[in-house]
Protein backbone atom coordinates (compact mmCIF):
# COMPACT_ATOMS: atom_id res chain seq x y z
CA UNK A 1 0.00 0.00 0.00
CA UNK A 2 3.13 2.60 0.67
CA UNK A 3 4.46 1.81 -2.50
CA UNK A 4 0.92 2.14 -4.76
CA UNK A 5 0.64 5.62 -2.54
CA UNK A 6 3.60 6.82 -3.82
CA UNK A 7 3.10 5.65 -7.10
CA UNK A 8 0.16 7.31 -7.47
CA UNK A 9 1.45 10.58 -6.67
CA UNK A 10 4.20 10.58 -8.68
CA UNK A 11 1.88 9.75 -11.74
CA UNK A 12 -0.34 12.73 -10.88
CA UNK A 13 2.57 14.85 -11.02
CA UNK A 14 3.31 13.74 -14.72
CA UNK A 15 0.01 13.55 -15.53
CA UNK A 16 0.25 17.51 -14.80
CA UNK A 17 3.32 17.82 -16.78
CA UNK A 18 2.45 16.15 -19.67
CA UNK A 19 -0.93 18.12 -20.14
CA UNK A 20 1.31 21.03 -19.52
CA UNK A 21 3.43 20.43 -22.30
CA UNK A 22 0.37 19.20 -24.70
CA UNK A 23 -0.68 22.84 -24.69
CA UNK A 24 2.29 24.24 -25.38
CA UNK A 25 1.44 24.26 -29.55
CA UNK A 26 -0.85 26.89 -28.86
CA UNK A 27 1.93 29.20 -29.13
CA UNK A 28 1.83 28.98 -32.28
CA UNK A 29 -2.47 30.40 -32.99
CA UNK A 30 -0.82 33.87 -33.12
CA UNK A 31 1.69 33.58 -35.65
CA UNK A 32 -0.71 31.15 -38.25
CA UNK A 33 -4.40 32.27 -37.28
CA UNK A 34 -5.73 29.97 -38.74
CA UNK A 35 -5.38 27.45 -36.97
CA UNK A 36 -7.43 28.49 -34.19
CA UNK A 37 -10.14 25.97 -34.95
CA UNK A 38 -7.49 23.30 -33.66
CA UNK A 39 -7.31 25.17 -30.27
CA UNK A 40 -9.52 22.91 -28.55
CA UNK A 41 -7.81 19.57 -30.17
CA UNK A 42 -5.27 21.02 -27.43
CA UNK A 43 -6.83 22.10 -25.03
CA UNK A 44 -9.67 19.33 -23.86
CA UNK A 45 -6.71 16.53 -23.41
CA UNK A 46 -4.68 19.01 -21.78
CA UNK A 47 -6.90 20.23 -19.39
CA UNK A 48 -8.34 16.63 -18.39
CA UNK A 49 -5.11 15.60 -17.83
CA UNK A 50 -3.85 18.28 -15.67
CA UNK A 51 -7.80 18.41 -13.94
CA UNK A 52 -6.66 14.39 -13.00
CA UNK A 53 -3.13 14.68 -12.61
CA UNK A 54 -3.92 17.09 -9.71
CA UNK A 55 -6.95 15.16 -7.97
CA UNK A 56 -4.76 12.38 -7.98
CA UNK A 57 -1.59 14.39 -6.35
CA UNK A 58 -3.57 15.93 -3.91
CA UNK A 59 -4.99 12.71 -2.58
CA UNK A 60 -2.43 10.46 -2.20
CA UNK A 61 -0.15 13.88 -1.13
CA UNK A 62 -0.80 13.19 2.40
CA UNK A 63 -0.59 9.69 2.27
CA UNK A 64 3.30 10.11 1.13
CA UNK A 65 3.94 12.65 4.07
CA UNK A 66 3.44 10.23 6.75
CA UNK A 67 5.19 7.03 5.02
CA UNK A 68 8.88 6.56 5.40
CA UNK A 69 10.55 3.77 3.09
CA UNK A 70 12.81 3.05 0.40
CA UNK A 71 11.44 3.93 -3.50
CA UNK A 72 13.65 1.67 -5.79
CA UNK A 73 14.47 2.35 -9.27
CA UNK A 74 12.37 -1.27 -9.71
CA UNK A 75 9.36 0.55 -8.37
CA UNK A 76 10.12 3.63 -10.35
CA UNK A 77 10.30 1.10 -13.37
CA UNK A 78 6.02 1.41 -13.40
CA UNK A 79 6.52 5.14 -13.37
CA UNK A 80 8.50 5.68 -15.96
CA UNK A 81 6.30 2.81 -17.84
CA UNK A 82 2.88 4.91 -17.26
CA UNK A 83 4.58 8.21 -17.87
CA UNK A 84 5.63 7.08 -21.71
CA UNK A 85 2.34 5.01 -22.37
CA UNK A 86 0.36 7.95 -21.10
CA UNK A 87 2.30 10.49 -22.86
CA UNK A 88 1.64 8.12 -26.10
CA UNK A 89 -2.36 8.17 -25.80
CA UNK A 90 -2.95 12.25 -24.79
CA UNK A 91 -0.25 12.61 -27.52
CA UNK A 92 -2.35 11.26 -29.93
CA UNK A 93 -5.53 12.91 -29.27
CA UNK A 94 -5.01 16.12 -30.91
CA UNK A 95 -4.32 14.41 -34.04
CA UNK A 96 -7.02 12.25 -34.21
CA UNK A 97 -10.07 15.21 -31.71
CA UNK A 98 -8.74 16.92 -35.20
CA UNK A 99 -9.64 14.93 -37.82
CA UNK A 100 -5.83 14.93 -38.92
CA UNK A 101 -5.29 11.18 -38.63
CA UNK A 102 -7.50 7.90 -37.88
CA UNK A 103 -6.99 6.59 -34.09
CA UNK A 104 -3.94 4.18 -35.16
CA UNK A 105 -2.55 6.73 -37.17
CA UNK A 106 -3.00 9.09 -34.65
CA UNK A 107 -1.42 7.03 -32.07
CA UNK A 108 1.60 6.07 -34.37
CA UNK A 109 2.71 9.50 -35.01
CA UNK A 110 2.54 10.31 -31.16
CA UNK A 111 4.83 7.00 -30.52
CA UNK A 112 7.18 8.09 -33.37
CA UNK A 113 7.12 11.90 -31.56
CA UNK A 114 7.67 11.12 -28.19
CA UNK A 115 9.87 8.35 -28.57
CA UNK A 116 12.06 10.55 -31.44
CA UNK A 117 11.74 8.13 -33.99
CA UNK A 118 10.57 10.79 -37.06
CA UNK A 119 9.10 7.77 -39.04
CA UNK A 120 5.63 10.09 -40.10
CA UNK A 121 1.99 8.75 -41.80
CA UNK A 122 1.25 12.31 -42.50
CA UNK A 123 1.14 14.79 -45.60
CA UNK A 124 3.48 17.56 -44.50
CA UNK A 125 2.52 19.75 -47.63
CA UNK A 126 -1.24 19.78 -46.16
CA UNK A 127 -0.57 19.81 -42.28
CA UNK A 128 -1.73 22.82 -40.49
CA UNK A 129 1.71 24.31 -38.80
CA UNK A 130 0.36 23.95 -35.64
CA UNK A 131 0.52 20.19 -35.90
CA UNK A 132 3.90 20.57 -37.74
CA UNK A 133 5.55 22.01 -33.98
CA UNK A 134 3.27 19.61 -31.98
CA UNK A 135 5.28 16.67 -33.34
CA UNK A 136 8.70 18.52 -33.36
CA UNK A 137 8.08 19.83 -29.97
CA UNK A 138 7.23 15.74 -29.08
CA UNK A 139 10.37 15.18 -29.82
CA UNK A 140 12.35 17.78 -28.47
CA UNK A 141 10.67 16.70 -25.01
CA UNK A 142 10.73 13.08 -25.36
CA UNK A 143 14.92 13.28 -26.28
CA UNK A 144 15.01 14.35 -22.65
CA UNK A 145 13.32 12.22 -20.93
CA UNK A 146 9.51 12.99 -19.15
CA UNK A 147 11.64 11.99 -15.81
CA UNK A 148 14.59 14.46 -16.32
CA UNK A 149 11.47 17.07 -16.91
CA UNK A 150 9.65 16.65 -13.92
CA UNK A 151 13.27 16.06 -12.08
CA UNK A 152 13.93 19.66 -12.46
CA UNK A 153 10.83 21.23 -11.66
CA UNK A 154 9.84 18.78 -8.54
CA UNK A 155 12.35 17.80 -5.94
CA UNK A 156 11.81 14.51 -4.28
CA UNK A 157 13.79 11.85 -2.48
CA UNK A 158 12.44 9.57 -4.89
CA UNK A 159 14.11 11.30 -7.81
CA UNK A 160 17.43 8.92 -8.48
CA UNK A 161 15.45 5.79 -8.59
CA UNK A 162 13.29 7.63 -11.20
CA UNK A 163 16.28 9.22 -12.76
CA UNK A 164 17.79 5.56 -13.38
CA UNK A 165 14.58 4.18 -13.78
CA UNK A 166 14.11 5.45 -17.13
CA UNK A 167 18.06 4.45 -18.02
CA UNK A 168 19.77 7.76 -17.30
CA UNK A 169 23.36 6.12 -16.88
CA UNK A 170 25.26 9.22 -15.73
CA UNK A 171 25.09 11.78 -13.04
CA UNK A 172 26.43 15.28 -14.48
CA UNK A 173 26.47 16.90 -11.02
CA UNK A 174 26.06 15.96 -7.51
CA UNK A 175 22.93 16.80 -7.13
CA UNK A 176 20.05 15.48 -9.48
CA UNK A 177 17.64 17.95 -9.71
CA UNK A 178 21.14 20.08 -11.02
CA UNK A 179 22.04 17.76 -13.29
CA UNK A 180 18.55 17.32 -14.89
CA UNK A 181 18.52 21.58 -14.94
CA UNK A 182 22.30 21.53 -16.69
CA UNK A 183 20.96 19.22 -19.37
CA UNK A 184 17.84 21.13 -20.28
CA UNK A 185 19.70 24.16 -20.00
CA UNK A 186 22.21 22.84 -22.40
CA UNK A 187 19.56 22.18 -24.96
CA UNK A 188 17.72 25.48 -24.35
CA UNK A 189 20.90 27.30 -25.35
CA UNK A 190 21.35 24.74 -28.37
CA UNK A 191 17.96 25.26 -29.40
CA UNK A 192 18.16 29.48 -29.78
CA UNK A 193 21.92 29.14 -31.75
CA UNK A 194 20.76 26.43 -34.04
CA UNK A 195 17.02 28.41 -35.30
CA UNK A 196 19.13 31.76 -35.05
CA UNK A 197 22.25 29.98 -37.39
CA UNK A 198 19.18 28.23 -39.90
CA UNK A 199 17.59 31.93 -40.20
CA UNK A 200 20.67 33.40 -41.21
CA UNK A 201 20.93 30.36 -43.71
CA UNK A 202 17.66 31.39 -45.22
CA UNK A 203 15.71 28.69 -43.92
CA UNK A 204 12.07 29.95 -42.66
CA UNK A 205 11.65 30.69 -38.98
CA UNK A 206 8.93 27.84 -38.49
CA UNK A 207 11.28 25.71 -40.20
CA UNK A 208 14.22 26.97 -38.10
CA UNK A 209 12.77 26.17 -34.62
CA UNK A 210 11.73 22.84 -35.68
CA UNK A 211 14.43 21.30 -37.76
CA UNK A 212 16.85 22.56 -34.79
CA UNK A 213 14.26 20.58 -32.07
CA UNK A 214 14.12 17.66 -34.19
CA UNK A 215 18.07 17.45 -34.91
CA UNK A 216 18.86 18.35 -31.11
CA UNK A 217 16.47 15.11 -30.26
CA UNK A 218 18.11 12.95 -32.76
CA UNK A 219 14.22 12.95 -34.43
CA UNK A 220 14.47 13.41 -37.56
CA UNK A 221 10.71 15.34 -38.22
CA UNK A 222 10.60 17.47 -41.18
CA UNK A 223 8.75 19.80 -42.84
CA UNK A 224 9.39 19.22 -45.92
CA UNK A 225 8.23 15.78 -47.85
CA UNK A 226 12.04 15.35 -49.28
CA UNK A 227 13.47 16.48 -45.41
CA UNK A 228 16.58 18.51 -45.59
CA UNK A 229 17.37 17.77 -49.29
CA UNK A 230 14.48 19.77 -50.09
CA UNK A 231 16.74 22.98 -49.53
CA UNK A 232 19.34 22.06 -51.72
CA UNK A 233 21.54 23.81 -49.67
CA UNK A 234 25.18 22.55 -48.64
CA UNK A 235 25.52 25.22 -46.06
CA UNK A 236 22.23 23.68 -44.29
CA UNK A 237 23.23 20.18 -44.55
CA UNK A 238 26.58 21.35 -42.92
CA UNK A 239 24.84 22.90 -40.18
CA UNK A 240 22.20 20.14 -39.61
CA UNK A 241 25.37 17.96 -39.33
CA UNK A 242 26.95 19.70 -36.58
CA UNK A 243 23.29 19.53 -34.78
CA UNK A 244 22.62 16.00 -35.40
CA UNK A 245 26.36 14.90 -34.01
CA UNK A 246 25.56 17.32 -31.04
CA UNK A 247 22.78 15.58 -30.03
CA UNK A 248 23.82 12.17 -30.74
CA UNK A 249 26.72 13.42 -27.57
CA UNK A 250 26.28 11.91 -24.56
CA UNK A 251 25.09 14.77 -22.39
CA UNK A 252 28.25 14.30 -19.85
CA UNK A 253 30.33 14.80 -22.83
CA UNK A 254 28.93 18.09 -23.73
CA UNK A 255 29.03 19.10 -20.56
CA UNK A 256 32.85 18.35 -20.95
CA UNK A 257 32.85 20.93 -23.90
CA UNK A 258 30.75 23.55 -22.27
CA UNK A 259 33.72 23.41 -20.03
CA UNK A 260 36.14 23.89 -22.73
CA UNK A 261 38.18 20.89 -21.20
CA UNK A 262 39.27 19.54 -24.91
CA UNK A 263 41.71 17.04 -23.58
CA UNK A 264 39.13 14.98 -21.79
CA UNK A 265 36.87 15.11 -24.76
CA UNK A 266 39.73 13.28 -27.42
CA UNK A 267 40.18 10.82 -24.93
CA UNK A 268 36.48 9.31 -24.83
CA UNK A 269 36.29 5.81 -26.28
CA UNK A 270 33.05 6.39 -27.42
CA UNK A 271 33.60 9.64 -29.41
CA UNK A 272 36.84 7.86 -31.01
CA UNK A 273 35.01 4.88 -31.86
CA UNK A 274 32.20 7.11 -33.71
CA UNK A 275 34.88 8.59 -35.87
CA UNK A 276 36.70 5.54 -36.71
CA UNK A 277 32.93 4.48 -38.20
CA UNK A 278 32.74 7.61 -39.94
CA UNK A 279 36.20 7.17 -41.70
CA UNK A 280 35.30 3.34 -42.58
CA UNK A 281 31.59 3.97 -43.83
CA UNK A 282 31.42 7.47 -45.75
CA UNK A 283 34.50 6.78 -48.09
CA UNK A 284 32.22 2.98 -48.93
CA UNK A 285 29.07 4.83 -49.63
CA UNK A 286 30.49 7.43 -51.60
CA UNK A 287 32.16 4.73 -54.18
CA UNK A 288 29.20 2.69 -54.10
CA UNK A 289 26.51 5.41 -54.87
CA UNK A 290 28.95 7.34 -57.45
CA UNK A 291 29.42 3.65 -59.51
CA UNK A 292 25.98 2.57 -59.17
CA UNK A 293 23.95 6.16 -58.91
CA UNK A 294 26.15 7.48 -61.77
CA UNK A 295 26.87 10.80 -59.49
CA UNK A 296 30.07 12.70 -59.55
CA UNK A 297 32.84 11.82 -56.46
CA UNK A 298 31.63 15.15 -54.84
CA UNK A 299 28.32 15.12 -54.78
CA UNK A 300 28.22 11.18 -53.75
CA UNK A 301 30.53 12.22 -51.29
CA UNK A 302 28.19 14.81 -50.03
CA UNK A 303 25.09 12.47 -50.06
CA UNK A 304 27.37 9.91 -48.32
CA UNK A 305 28.32 12.49 -45.57
CA UNK A 306 25.05 13.54 -44.55
CA UNK A 307 23.20 10.56 -44.48
CA UNK A 308 26.04 8.23 -42.86
CA UNK A 309 25.87 10.69 -39.98
CA UNK A 310 21.91 10.91 -39.80
CA UNK A 311 21.67 7.10 -39.62
CA UNK A 312 24.80 6.35 -37.35
CA UNK A 313 23.41 9.26 -34.98
CA UNK A 314 19.90 7.86 -35.45
CA UNK A 315 18.87 11.88 -36.20
CA UNK A 316 16.34 10.53 -39.45
CA UNK A 317 17.01 13.40 -41.81
CA UNK A 318 17.79 12.76 -45.61
CA UNK A 319 18.85 14.82 -48.53
CA UNK A 320 17.78 11.87 -50.95
CA UNK A 321 15.36 8.98 -51.59
CA UNK A 322 16.63 5.49 -50.39
CA UNK A 323 14.60 3.64 -53.34
CA UNK A 324 17.59 3.10 -56.05
CA UNK A 325 20.44 2.75 -53.45
CA UNK A 326 22.25 0.00 -54.38
CA UNK A 327 21.68 -3.14 -52.02
CA UNK A 328 24.94 -3.12 -49.95
CA UNK A 329 24.80 0.36 -49.25
CA UNK A 330 21.55 -0.23 -47.76
CA UNK A 331 23.15 -3.42 -45.93
CA UNK A 332 24.98 -0.53 -44.48
CA UNK A 333 22.77 1.97 -43.29
CA UNK A 334 20.53 -0.78 -41.46
CA UNK A 335 23.95 -1.85 -39.20
CA UNK A 336 24.82 2.01 -39.00
CA UNK A 337 21.15 2.73 -37.99
CA UNK A 338 21.32 -0.85 -35.28
CA UNK A 339 24.60 0.56 -33.77
CA UNK A 340 23.39 3.85 -32.77
CA UNK A 341 24.39 6.56 -31.27
CA UNK A 342 26.06 7.78 -27.38
CA UNK A 343 25.25 6.38 -24.65
CA UNK A 344 23.16 9.06 -22.56
CA UNK A 345 22.28 10.58 -25.35
CA UNK A 346 19.00 11.59 -27.02
CA UNK A 347 20.22 8.63 -29.57
CA UNK A 348 18.68 5.24 -30.24
CA UNK A 349 19.99 2.25 -31.24
CA UNK A 350 22.46 -0.83 -29.39
CA UNK A 351 24.72 2.58 -28.61
CA UNK A 352 28.49 3.12 -29.71
CA UNK A 353 29.77 2.33 -26.23
CA UNK A 354 28.05 -1.34 -25.92
CA UNK A 355 29.12 -2.05 -29.50
CA UNK A 356 32.72 -0.36 -29.07
CA UNK A 357 32.71 -2.88 -25.61
CA UNK A 358 31.49 -6.17 -27.67
CA UNK A 359 34.38 -5.44 -30.40
CA UNK A 360 36.96 -5.20 -27.20
CA UNK A 361 35.32 -8.15 -26.13
CA UNK A 362 35.67 -9.83 -28.92
CA UNK A 363 39.48 -9.17 -29.17
CA UNK A 364 40.28 -10.63 -25.60
CA UNK A 365 38.72 -13.58 -26.72
CA UNK A 366 41.17 -13.77 -29.70
CA UNK A 367 44.27 -12.46 -27.26
CA UNK A 368 43.07 -15.21 -24.86
CA UNK A 369 42.67 -18.03 -27.36
CA UNK A 370 46.80 -17.23 -28.90
CA UNK A 371 48.61 -16.28 -25.73
CA UNK A 372 49.31 -17.68 -22.51
CA UNK A 373 46.28 -19.04 -20.22
CA UNK A 374 47.93 -17.26 -17.04
CA UNK A 375 48.63 -13.95 -18.53
CA UNK A 376 46.18 -11.35 -16.69
CA UNK A 377 45.51 -7.81 -18.57
CA UNK A 378 43.21 -4.88 -16.70
CA UNK A 379 41.63 -3.70 -19.22
CA UNK A 380 39.45 0.20 -19.31
CA UNK A 381 37.29 2.65 -21.54
CA UNK A 382 37.24 5.97 -21.30
CA UNK A 383 34.14 7.73 -20.23
CA UNK A 384 33.60 11.12 -20.10
CA UNK A 385 33.74 10.45 -16.31
CA UNK A 386 36.87 9.15 -16.97
CA UNK A 387 38.63 5.52 -17.15
CA UNK A 388 36.50 2.50 -16.25
CA UNK A 389 37.11 -0.70 -15.73
CA UNK A 390 35.98 -3.46 -18.24
CA UNK A 391 34.71 -6.15 -16.26
CA UNK A 392 32.75 -9.37 -16.10
CA UNK A 393 29.46 -7.47 -15.03
CA UNK A 394 29.91 -5.08 -17.98
CA UNK A 395 30.77 -7.47 -20.59
CA UNK A 396 27.54 -10.00 -19.63
CA UNK A 397 25.23 -6.77 -19.59
CA UNK A 398 26.60 -5.43 -22.66
CA UNK A 399 26.37 -9.01 -24.29
CA UNK A 400 22.69 -9.88 -23.28
CA UNK A 401 21.13 -6.44 -24.52
CA UNK A 402 23.19 -6.44 -27.85
CA UNK A 403 21.90 -10.31 -28.50
CA UNK A 404 18.63 -9.37 -26.87
CA UNK A 405 18.19 -6.82 -29.38
CA UNK A 406 19.20 -8.33 -32.66
CA UNK A 407 16.86 -10.98 -31.73
CA UNK A 408 14.24 -8.48 -31.66
CA UNK A 409 15.50 -6.98 -35.12
CA UNK A 410 15.74 -10.00 -36.52
CA UNK A 411 11.97 -10.65 -35.75
CA UNK A 412 10.62 -7.50 -36.57
CA UNK A 413 12.01 -7.37 -40.08
CA UNK A 414 10.21 -10.60 -40.21
CA UNK A 415 7.13 -9.66 -39.01
CA UNK A 416 6.94 -6.45 -41.83
CA UNK A 417 7.77 -8.69 -44.53
CA UNK A 418 4.45 -10.64 -43.83
CA UNK A 419 2.13 -7.45 -43.24
CA UNK A 420 3.81 -5.35 -45.89
CA UNK A 421 4.63 -7.77 -48.25
CA UNK A 422 8.00 -5.89 -48.94
CA UNK A 423 11.31 -7.60 -49.61
CA UNK A 424 13.35 -9.01 -46.42
CA UNK A 425 15.76 -5.70 -47.55
CA UNK A 426 13.05 -3.43 -46.94
CA UNK A 427 11.42 -4.98 -44.03
CA UNK A 428 15.17 -5.09 -42.14
CA UNK A 429 15.66 -1.18 -43.30
CA UNK A 430 12.28 -0.13 -41.76
CA UNK A 431 11.87 -1.74 -38.15
CA UNK A 432 16.37 -1.38 -38.00
CA UNK A 433 14.97 2.45 -38.43
CA UNK A 434 11.77 1.76 -36.05
CA UNK A 435 13.99 0.09 -32.99
CA UNK A 436 16.95 2.34 -33.15
CA UNK A 437 14.38 5.34 -33.73
CA UNK A 438 15.99 6.57 -36.20
CA UNK A 439 13.33 8.21 -38.77
CA UNK A 440 14.79 7.18 -42.38
CA UNK A 441 12.11 5.28 -44.52
CA UNK A 442 12.74 3.53 -47.79
CA UNK A 443 9.30 3.59 -48.88
CA UNK A 444 6.86 1.57 -46.92
CA UNK A 445 5.87 4.14 -43.65
CA UNK A 446 3.60 6.91 -44.82
CA UNK A 447 -0.30 8.21 -44.81
CA UNK A 448 -1.21 4.43 -46.78
CA UNK A 449 0.58 2.11 -44.70
CA UNK A 450 -1.38 -0.79 -43.71
CA UNK A 451 -2.24 -1.01 -40.04
CA UNK A 452 0.07 -4.27 -39.32
CA UNK A 453 2.92 -2.70 -40.28
CA UNK A 454 2.00 0.64 -38.38
CA UNK A 455 1.65 -1.71 -35.05
CA UNK A 456 4.99 -3.73 -35.68
CA UNK A 457 6.87 -0.33 -35.93
CA UNK A 458 5.29 1.35 -32.69
CA UNK A 459 6.44 -2.04 -30.56
CA UNK A 460 10.05 -1.50 -31.99
CA UNK A 461 9.93 2.43 -31.12
CA UNK A 462 8.80 1.75 -27.72
CA UNK A 463 11.73 -0.84 -27.61
CA UNK A 464 14.13 1.22 -28.68
CA UNK A 465 13.92 4.17 -26.87
CA UNK A 466 13.09 2.71 -23.46
CA UNK A 467 16.06 0.09 -24.16
CA UNK A 468 14.39 -2.74 -23.61
CA UNK A 469 15.55 -4.09 -20.33
CA UNK A 470 13.30 -0.78 -18.29
CA UNK A 471 10.05 -2.22 -20.40
CA UNK A 472 11.06 -5.80 -19.15
CA UNK A 473 11.59 -4.64 -15.46
CA UNK A 474 8.67 -2.91 -15.55
CA UNK A 475 6.57 -5.48 -16.55
CA UNK A 476 8.12 -7.75 -14.28
CA UNK A 477 7.22 -5.40 -11.37
CA UNK A 478 3.66 -4.69 -12.51
CA UNK A 479 3.17 -9.03 -12.89
CA UNK A 480 4.84 -9.01 -9.18
CA UNK A 481 2.07 -6.91 -8.08
CA UNK A 482 -0.43 -8.56 -9.72
CA UNK A 483 0.02 -11.62 -8.02
CA UNK A 484 0.79 -10.17 -4.64
CA UNK A 485 -2.93 -8.82 -4.83
CA UNK A 486 -4.17 -12.15 -5.95
CA UNK A 487 -2.49 -13.91 -3.18
CA UNK A 488 -3.59 -11.62 -0.53
CA UNK A 489 -7.20 -11.77 -1.67
CA UNK A 490 -7.39 -15.83 -1.76
CA UNK A 491 -6.01 -15.86 1.66
Known amino acids: METKFKDLNNIGKLMILIGLLITVPIIVIPF?????????????????????????????????DEI??????????????????????????????????????GLYESVSGWTTTGLSVMDVTVTPSIFLFFRSFMQFCGGVGFILMMIMIIQGKDSMSLYNAEGHPDRLMPNIKKTAQVIFNMYSVFLVIGTS?????????????????????????????????????????????????IGTTNFA???????RKFSQIIKVSELRFFSILLLIFIPVITVSLSYNLYMGMGESFRHSLFNVISALSTSGFSTMGYEAWPA????????????????????????????????RVLGFNIHKRVSSQRRINSSYYNSAQGKRVIDQDLISDTVGFIAFYLMILLTGGLLITWTSGATLTQSMFEFASSLGTVGLSIGLTGP?????????????????????????????????????KLSEALQ
Do not use: C
Not at 37 to 62: D, T
Not at 253 to 259: S, W
Open 32 to 64: YPSDFQYINAFLFPAGVSIVLGWIIGYVFRRSN
Open 68 to 105: KFQYTSTDGSLTVLFAWFYGFLIGAVPFVLSGQLAVLQ
Open 197 to 245: VYILLGMPVLDSLLHTMSALSTGGFSTEPDSIGAYQSASIEAFTILLMI
Open 253 to 259: VLLLLTK
Open 328 to 359: ASIGIMIILMSIGGGLGSTAGGIKLTRVYLMI
Open 448 to 484: DTDGGTLIVQMFGMILGRLEIFIILIGLYSGASRIKY
